[in-house]
């Protein structure tokens, strides 16, 4: 059955270091998101991603964070320069025309 | 803004019991997702429900939709230890909006 991977699954980083976060999401799905996760607390959304644009995002989604499709399979989440208020666990998601959202396993962000 | 709410926010069973779990809406939602959850991992999709009225059995999971889609109901039956974790509720007020998930009920199922 098609999944959602991302790698890595773990990643831990100084404070100010920026970091990439890489989903592939399943092979003919046209809607992406990003989701995070800090420990202990909601799931909550950052940003949609759809035809090569972000579609909707967050407050959370600010100027720190970008998104890209940087080739027919990646779709990556970059954070410029991280804070230790981003330590959570980052979940990517992609959907087709008329399904349901699936989810990747998640990579838990450690920032130090 | 869309929210959803999720009762009780844990729950403690003894194994061969049964539960349930409570997700509760505002507005009527599009579609109403269950997902399980251990502890700092992944999300694992249950079930999906759409239409109102609905209700959906996996294994000794059941989950019902109500006539309004504003309420969602997740039960167990005879739990067992594999069962523990945090449940989830998300949904989508309407077809292709990202999702909002609810705080999460934390199950403990004792041998």
């Known amino acids: 059955e098609p999944e959602v991977t991302q790698t890595p699954s773990h990643q831990v980083t100084q404070m100010g270091q920026e970091v990439i976060l890489r989903c592939v999401p399943i092979s003919n799905h046209l809607y992406f998101y990003w989701y995070r996760q800090i420990l202990g607390q909601k799931v909550e959304f950052l940003v949609s991603?759809?035809?090569?644009?972000?579609?909707?995002k967050s407050e959370i989604f600010d100027d720190q964070f970008s998104v890209e499709r940087p080739d027919g399979s990646n779709f990556t989440l970059k954070i410029r320069s991280t804070k230790l208020e981003d330590s959570a666990m980052y979940f990517c998601?992609?959907?087709?025309?008329?399904?349901?959202?699936?989810f990747g396993p998640g990579t838990r962000l450690l920032v130090l | 803004s869309q929210e959803l709410e999720q009762s009780p926010q844990s729950l403690i069973v003894q194994e061969g019991k049964n539960l349930t779990i409570n997700c509760t809406s505002s507005?009527?939602?599009?579609?109403l997702y269950w997902y399980k959850q251990k502890y700092g991992e992944g999300l694992i999709f249950l079930m999906m429900?759409?239409?109102?009225?609905e209700e959906k059995s996996h294994e000794k999971i059941t989950a019902k939709l109500d006539e309004k889609k504003q309420q969602s109901s997740l039960h167990i039956t005879a739990s067992q230890p594999s069962h523990a974790g945090i449940y989830l509720c998300?949904?989508?007020?309407?077809?292709?909006?990202?999702?909002?998930f609810g705080p999460g009920t934390r199950l403990s199922v004792l041998p």
């Open positions: 991603f759809y035809n090569n644009e972000i579609s909707e």
């Open positions: 429900l759409q239409k109102g009225g």
């Open positions: 507005k009527t939602l599009y579609g």
């Open positions: 998601a992609s959907r087709g025309r008329r399904e349901t959202q699936y």
């Open positions: 998300g949904a989508a007020q309407f077809y292709g909006q990202n999702f909002v």
